[in-house]
């Protein structure tokens, strides 16, 4: 059990458009997803924290107009990359929480962003 | 602050044994994780320790000294398809996970 689903898992895209991924919990629900980046030979970077019903709390430096999350269930979560340009090329991971008497967060396979 | 350290790589044998350390200074601590990470893909779970002592799973197996702020993870019989970073990640008093930036283990035949 605790499987989380990343959509999509690849995708390039051009300067200045929206790309939208999608995480899903897809046998447990989870009231707090969390948005990772991952820059290469570096360490995950946490982006924001997502809580299903109520608006995500942003780490400092993310650009939360930027960087759109919406958690609009308690099994799915989305991350928009608005106007994206070619630094925001990066892998992104999302995580879900199950409360099992220790926080453990399940991540899902992750999303490779590429923008030209 | 709140710091993790880890050493940035290792390398060792094929069917060796290897340590790879983790010490934290954290505001709380309500148990420490090992996660598994291999190259372009997302981290997996490998560990939980919240009481001191020694946890054992296979040929893994993860260590918490609570008093010094420290934890290892041990790994026996390498295998090749054990080259990956490997996450140390605290859980602060606040139930935020804190990361470690990963020790990147290199397997040689």
């Keep these: 059990g605790a499987v989380v689903s990343q959509h ?16 899903r919990s897809l046998d447990f629900q989870a009231t707090t997803m969390f948005w990772y980046r991952q820059f290469p030979k570096k360490s995950l970077m ?22 759109l999350i919406n958690h609009a269930s308690l099994t799915l979560s989305t991350l928009t ?4 340009h070619p630094e925001d090329s990066s892998f992104y991971i999302c995580s879900a929480e199950r409360t099992s008497g220790y926080n453990e ?12 | ?46 560990s939980y320790n919240v009481l001191d002592g020694l946890e054992e799973k296979g040929r ?10 420290y934890s290892y993870l041990l790994l026996k019989e390498l295998q090749m398809k054990d080259s990956a970073s490997y996450l140390c990640a605290v859980i602060d008093s606040n139930y935020q996970l804190i990361w470690g930036a990963g020790t990147k283990l290199i397997i040689k035949p």
């Design chain 1, 105 to 116: 967060q399940f991540f899902g396979p992750g999303t490779r962003l590429t923008v030209l």
């Design chain 1, 8 to 23: 999509p898992s690849r995708v390039i895209c051009k300067s200045g458009t929206s790309v939208k991924i999608e995480c």
């Design chain 1, 81 to 84: 990359v608005t106007s994206a």
């Design chain 2, 60 to 69: 893994f197996s993860s260590f918490l000294s609570r008093s010094k702020g």
């Design chain 1, 46 to 67: 946490l982006m924001a924290t997502s809580n299903e019903g109520s608006k995500a709390t942003y780490e400092q430096g993310v650009e939360k107009d930027k960087f």
């Design chain 2, 1 to 46: 602050g709140q710091n993790i350290d880890q050493p940035t790589e290792m390398t060792a044998t094929e069917g060796a044994i290897v340590q790879i350390n983790c010490t934290y200074q954290t505001s709380g601590f309500n148990g420490l994780f090992w996660y598994q990470q291999h190259a372009g893909e997302a981290p997996t779970f490998l």
